[in-house]
């Protein structure tokens, strides 16, 4: 049976190669790359010579046919995007169901990964924590995203664009508040790795006019609800948003429902009660 293994890869400093990783991509037939250029430079650092083939979002579900029909006459293959664990904010979760339906093996080579490094060296309580990965730009799913992240009792992590940062962390703060903490990691294990630690408003202004590089992870603070009270006003300031956001009575409290861990009924009480306060105004 041939086996299909997803190796990690450094994400800037080419020392976090693991000696599994290097072994592993030596030893398949055939390497699914994110960017077959950038893969390449990887390759020969470590004088790997493993035949390339491009996988990623535009050609996953095309490649799927011709993977399967490689390791059906028995060619282990591995998977890499261009940095990190794949799958995460990557493609390739189509292709590894696909290899799972058919009966092989997948096999997980761990390293590097962003959202780890940035979640241990936050500050910020590292469990139980939720992974958002990369926000919607804009519309209704964006807006009911920030929602449920202003109301969630998590550590978030998010993913985001060097041109983008500024615009989320406003975003964050207009539905958070000014004094929930984050965390801004930006060029994690490269030679200018930087930690933004403060307030949503603290990290802000520091953003707001500056010209950021490299690939950053926020990590935000989850939201505090020391009694009922409290949950019940986040319920309802959650309701509004997703009210604003066109989203249905019955699905804004299914969701404040799941995130808020309130019951079903008294989502509904609340969403109807906020329903009725927009009506008004």
Not at 52 to 74: C, D, F, K, P, Y
Not at 158 to 177: F, H, M, N, S
Not at 261 to 269: F, K, L, M, S
Request: some cysteine.
């Amino acid at each position: 049976m041939a086996s299909l293994y997803i190796v990690s890869t450094p994400i800037g400093n080419l020392a976090d190669m693991t000696h599994r990783a290097v072994t592993t991509l030596g030893a398949v037939q055939r390497v699914l790359a994110e960017d077959t250029r950038r893969t390449a430079i990887l390759l020969r650092h470590y004088g790997i010579s493993t035949p390339l083939v491009s996988a990623h979002e535009h050609n996953e579900t095309a490649r799927v046919a011709q993977i399967l029909a490689w390791m059906a006459a028995g060619e282990d293959l591995a998977i890499v995007s261009d940095a990190g664990t794949p799958l995460l904010s990557d493609p390739g979760a189509r292709i590894v169901q696909a290899v799972i339906e058919a009966g092989h093996d997948v096999v997980p080579v761990p390293g590097a990964s962003a959202l780890l490094a940035a979640l241990v060296a936050s500050g910020i309580a590292p469990e139980p924590f939720t992974f958002f990965g990369f926000l919607e730009r804009s519309g209704r799913v964006r807006k009911e995203r920030l929602a449920e992240i202003a109301a969630h009792r998590h550590t978030a992590v998010i993913y985001e664009a060097p041109g983008r940062v500024a615009r989320l962390l406003e975003d964050l703060l207009q539905v958070c508040g000014d004094e929930r903490r984050v965390v801004v990691g930006r060029e994690i294990t490269k030679l200018y790795e930087t930690f933004v630690r403060g307030t949503l408003r603290e990290a802000f202004a520091y953003y707001e006019d500056q010209q950021v590089r490299g690939e950053v992870v926020v990590v935000l603070e989850g939201a505090r609800a020391e009694d009922p009270g409290d949950i019940d006003e986040q319920a309802h300031a959650m309701a509004l948003e997703l009210l604003a956001a066109d989203a249905s009575k019955r699905d804004a409290a299914k969701q404040i429902a799941q995130t808020l861990n309130v019951a079903r009924n008294r989502a509904y009480e609340i969403t109807q009660s906020a329903s009725a306060e927009g009506s008004a105004e």
